[in-house]
């Protein structure tokens, strides 16, 4: 199987700690991703897309997901504009 446009956003901006009771929640990770695609200057998809890969990808429910990397810094920054 080819390494997918999300295989990649899995691989940089996430990892899985199994051992944490916390995960991402849907609007953090889709904003995740937005982030990780802007700073990849990559065109993200659409949420429905989205959501089928990241279903098939990673399951529903917890997953033990957490940010890492240049898209968490820029999610975070621009999320939280009191931070700045």
């Known amino acids: 199987m080819a390494h997918s446009h999300f295989d990649q956003f899995l691989e940089e ?3 899985r700690d199994r051992e944490s009771d916390s995960t991402l929640d849907k609007d953090v990770f ?4 937005t982030s990780w695609c802007y700073i990849s200057q990559t065109t993200p998809q659409p949420e429905r ?3 089928a890969a990241m279903k098939e990808l990673v399951g ?12 968490a810094a820029d999610y975070i920054l ?3 504009q009191a931070v700045v």
């Open 60 to 71: 529903s429910g917890h997953n033990g997901l957490q940010m890492k990397g240049p898209a």
């Open 13 to 15: 901006a996430t990892y």
């Open 49 to 51: 897309i989205f959501w």
């Open 78 to 80: 621009t999320s939280y």
């Open 30 to 33: 889709y904003g995740l991703y």
